[in-house]
């Protein structure tokens, strides 16, 4: 694969991961762990995944022994 093939492959995974992180978190706040099952079953990677939460600027917090990752609302 010619790296701009490459780059192409890198920045659509991105971008499903994004929409993937923006369709989970829609509804409000969500366990960390259902979020990463949920990616893993959609092939999406870790480093994805977290590269989408920092874009999309995902707040997480631990309640319990649970983490919540939540989009928060824009002014």
């Not at 409000?28 to 959609?42: F, H, K, L, M, N």
């Not at 999406?44 to 989408?52: P, R």
């Amino acid at each position: 694969m010619s790296t701009g093939q490459q780059i192409h492959q890198r920045n659509k995974l991105y971008r499903q991961a994004r929409q993937f992180l923006s369709d989970i978190l829609a509804t409000g706040p969500q366990p960390y762990s259902t979020i990463v099952a949920r990616a893993t079953d959609a092939g999406i990677s870790m480093s994805t995944l977290l590269t989408a939460k920092r874009a999309l600027r995902v707040e997480s917090w631990k309640v319990n022994k649970s983490t919540l990752w939540h989009i928060p609302a824009t002014a």
